[in-house]
């Protein structure tokens, strides 16, 4: 049965002779799960709702305010038309099981709406004090009110054309005095008194939200918008929530061609600007539908739990519906950013929590008007008798009763004003409607003005009778009208050179519960530079209701420096995960995508948020370690010459002698210089001493080891010619083992010459071995040439060590094959256990190790070799003389 009747929500006609329902009862739907389907009349107790919806609640219907006209007209030389939607109404047709009702009326005011009448009534008071507009033409205006349905929204259209309230198919009117019709012209409401007002090219001046569609000259060539447009909306929108972070927000938008259009802009500034949509209701446009009385639109679900910021874009036909339902939902905790001043006619409610406080709302700018608040102060149904709706509103709000028989006002509350009322039943402040209804009726003035005083092909004004003109004429001068307002705004009916408006941010304050202020908090200028189009005062804003602080609405928090956002695979790109970046890799900025690798010279903090210049070290002489190897060196060094000075103050005794003298000394000589060439490695690198640390020490040390290999070879030499029937007397004689030496060392030095010669050490520095330094180090240049030099220096070691183990059991005086034997021994060892961890170390602990190693491997020569002879020179010196060498050679021989 719900199927086959037809029930429509109307915003009401003139008044009717229709049968009133009781005080004090609504018209309900009755619950379809109901066996019997019908309109019913009965009190409003729905248990699941905690108040009433503005679209099936009435008001008391009396006996006298069904009488009165709901058409309001005042004569002038010229007439303004006005459709505003002040009352809606329901009717019931169809076939049901109780009596067939023709109409049925409930007529709730609707206190914003009525807000747009006083403005309408305002400006033509206004212009009508004014001597320089329309001088000695008074304007007068005829109102109706407009309905949206299938054929009552054509009632009235027809009577402003016809002038009849019973209507014919035909007019008697040639031509008429009203000059043109102001209306909010909605998509739906369009089709059908569009046409029937183009046919007689009827002026139409709309006050509604711009509307591009509606600016085809070839389908709505008789149709003037006043409102500004709406081109940076979705910047302005989106700008608000990337100023506060808001990266997950939510859309409620209306279905229908400017809700679509809007989807679009706001989806690409949503993407320029990083954000992301967590999901997309489209809210039905249908005007009529009480679906949403008795069943809630599916907006909120499962998937917008996470969302904190809903973005809501919505035309003035589904306001009410949208806010019932969202009311219904009980939604407390959201943020609500929306695209027009926030109308919650919800009235009745007196409850703590509200869900519209802290709304943001986006409004377009505008100066006050001056007068307007006193001129609505001062407007009561005594001053003007004529007017229907103020007649019904003073009787709803102050306490009025009826005298009878004539339905007059009486008993109302003393000095009422429509400005004590809260906000909630009436709003002083002008709504952007009502400035847009202002602008609208100045503009039809100023075209007036223009067409009847300015065009110099229309004959002077002299009488009233050329008040009557057809309505096209005036046009041409509708479309080029450009003035500005008394608040000295620029108003422009001209698509094409109308001008983008700004935009006040408004908050909604509603707490406690009828509050209802709306706080500008800021601005968004279009036009202004990058960085400057808005202006806010954060700390102005009322959050809603539960929310002291600013609020997050983020599909994953935010990656702080340090951390790479990495993409949650088949999610949004704002749900990610935060990874750490890798090494000498920092983020400095939040939710960064990618990290940045530090340069060479710089390394990551331990924060990896900055990175920081490499601190320069070497094996300085500032450095403890470089400190003890350098006094070490020295003192080796100073001990080496006061072992030379011994040996050349006893060069005399016995122990000197033996052995070869000359070697003995040659060798300590070398001695000083390895032990000071180790000091080449110390200090601040640089060419001279990269090249001299190389050559330095390939040189000398293979002077060293040489030497010890010649005196190995004459100890071997010398126990041959001491042994009968040996003839090697002749090689020892001719000092051939001292021919070792340099020939040794001009081995090696031609291989040192090859080096510098093709690619010789440079300096060099390592910013990837340790973290947070630069190395500066010496590089060797060619590494064939230092491994050749190092493998030669090693093989004359090796090959020293061999022969002096081969001779280490030949009898000798001062045990010369011995000492030498294990000088080589620690020599080879310490320079076999410093390669490995040579080259497992980077930076000054290499170099540490390497001068380590020249001090170690020189200290074990000069101790195994010279110390136990200074220790028979200076604390034996009976064991050097010749009584006591001959003693023990005789022994020896004996043996």
Not at 674 to 690: Q, R
Not at 842 to 853: D, I, L, N, T, Y
Request: charged content about 15%; hydrophobic content about 40%.
């Amino acid at each position: 049965m719900l199927a086959r009747r037809r029930t429509e929500i109307q915003r009401s006609s003139h008044g009717g002779t229709q049968a009133a329902p009781s005080p004090a009862f609504l018209v309900c739907i009755h619950n379809a799960a109901r066996r019997r389907t019908e309109l019913q009349i009965r009190p409003w107790r729905d248990s699941g709702s905690l108040f009433t919806h503005p679209l099936v609640c009435t008001f008391i219907n009396e006996a006298c305010l069904q009488q009165r006209n709901t058409s309001v007209h005042k004569d002038g030389d010229v007439v303004i038309g006005g459709f505003f939607s002040l009352y809606f109404y329901m009717y019931y047709t169809g076939v049901t099981e109780i009596t067939p009702t023709q109409n049925f009326y409930i007529k709730p005011l609707m206190p914003n709406n009525y807000q747009s009448y006083l403005a309408f009534t305002f400006a033509i008071e206004e212009i009508n004090r004014n001597p320089q507009l329309l001088p000695n033409i008074s304007l007068g205006y005829e109102f109706h009110n407009f309905l949206y349905s299938h054929w009552k929204i054509l009632e009235n259209s027809f009577i402003l054309l016809t002038g009849q309230y019973k209507i014919p198919n035909y007019t008697c009117r040639r031509e008429s005095k009203c000059a043109a019709v102001l209306m909010e012209m909605s998509w739906g409401t369009s089709a059908e008194i569009g046409p029937l007002l183009e046919l007689y090219r009827f002026p139409q001046v709309t006050f509604g939200d711009y509307d591009p569609t509606l600016t085809d000259r070839g389908q709505y060539h008789s149709l003037h918008q006043v409102a500004p447009k709406d081109t940076y909306l979705a910047l302005g929108i989106v700008t608000l929530m990337f100023h506060f972070h808001w990266t997950w927000v939510g859309l409620i938008i209306t279905a229908d061609h400017k809700g679509l259009q809007f989807l679009s802009d706001v989806r690409a500034e949503i993407d320029r600007h990083g954000i992301c949509v967590a999901f997309v209701k489209m809210v039905s446009t249908v005007t009529v539908s009480y679906l949403s009385v008795i069943q809630k639109h599916d907006i909120f679900t499962a998937d917008t739990s996470s969302v904190n910021v809903v973005v809501i874009y919505y035309d003035n036909d589904n306001r009410n519906d949208l806010h019932y339902n969202i009311v219904q939902s009980s939604v407390t905790w959201k943020v609500w950013v929306t695209n027009s001043q926030w109308h919650a006619d919800l009235s009745g409610r007196n409850f703590v929590l509200d869900t519209f406080h802290g709304v943001l709302g986006f409004s377009h700018h505008h100066e006050e008007i001056s007068g307007f608040k006193n001129f609505v102060k001062e407007a009561t149904p005594f001053k003007y008798p004529e007017d229907s709706y103020l007649f019904m509103y003073w009787y709803k709000n102050f306490h009025c009763s009826f005298s009878e028989p004539d339905c007059a006002l009486e008993n109302c509350t003393l000095n009422a004003s429509v400005a004590w009322l809260p906000p909630n039943s009436f709003d002083t402040a002008m709504s952007d409607g009502s400035y847009n209804i202002y602008n609208g009726v100045y503009a039809v003035a100023h075209a007036l003005h223009a067409m009847l005083f300015e065009d110099v092909q229309r004959p002077p004004v002299k009488n009233r009778n050329v008040m009557m003109f057809p309505h096209w004429e005036l046009h041409p001068f509708l479309k080029n009208i450009q003035f500005s307002n008394p608040s000295g705004e620029q108003v422009i009916l001209n698509d094409r050179r109308k001008l983008d408006s700004e935009y006040d941010i408004l908050n909604f304050w509603n707490f406690p519960e009828g509050l209802r202020l709306k706080v500008k908090v800021g601005t968004f200028s279009p036009l202004a530079p990058n960085g400057q189009k808005m202006t806010l005062s954060e700390n102005m804003i009322e959050w809603t209701t539960g929310i002291t602080e600013t609020p997050r609405s983020v599909c994953s928090e935010s990656c702080i420096p340090g951390f790479r956002k990495s993409p949650q695979e088949g999610k949004a790109p704002c749900c990610f995960d935060c990874t750490p970046c890798a090494g000498n890799e920092i983020t400095n900025d939040t939710d960064m995508e990618q990290c940045i690798k530090c340069p060479e010279h710089h390394y990551a903090n331990a924060q990896q948020n900055h990175c920081l210049q490499k601190s320069v070290t070497f094996l300085a002489y500032e450095d403890p370690v470089g400190k003890a190897l350098a006094g070490t060196a020295l003192i080796l060094t100073v001990l080496t010459a006061a072992v030379l000075g011994i040996f050349v103050k006893h060069q005399d005794t016995p122990i000197v002698k033996a052995n070869n003298q000359a070697l003995s000394y040659t060798l300590l000589i070398s001695l000083i210089f390895c032990f000071l060439c180790s000091l080449l490695f110390i200090g601040h690198p640089n060419t001279a001493t990269c090249i001299l640390q190389q050559t330095t020490f390939g040189v000398v040390f293979t002077v060293a080891v040489s030497t010890v290999l010649a005196k190995t070879i004459t100890v071997m030499l010398a126990f041959k010619v001491t042994t009968p029937g040996r003839r090697m007397r002749q090689f020892l004689v001719s000092g051939a083992p001292n021919y070792i030496i340099p020939i040794c060392t001009l081995i090696q030095f031609t291989l040192c010459a090859v080096w510098m010669g093709t690619n010789p050490p440079y300096v060099d520095t390592d910013a990837h071995s340790e973290h947070g330094h630069v190395i500066i180090m010496c590089n060797k240049g060619s590494l064939t040439a230092f491994y050749c030099v190092l493998g030669y220096l090693s093989s004359l070691a090796l090959v020293s060590f061999t022969v002096a183990f081969l001779v280490r059991n030949l009898p000798d005086t001062f045990n010369e094959a011995k000492f030498l034997t294990f000088s080589m021994l620690v020599f080879c060892s310490v320079w076999v256990t410093f390669f490995p961890v040579y080259h497992s170390r980077r930076g000054k602990v290499m170099v540490a190790m390497e001068v380590f190693s020249i001090l170690a491997s020189s200290a074990g020569l000069l101790g195994c070799i010279f110390v136990p002879k200074c220790y028979i020179i200076l604390l034996r010196p009976e064991k050097n003389s010749l009584t006591e060498i001959r003693g023990r050679t005789h022994f020896v021989r004996k043996k």
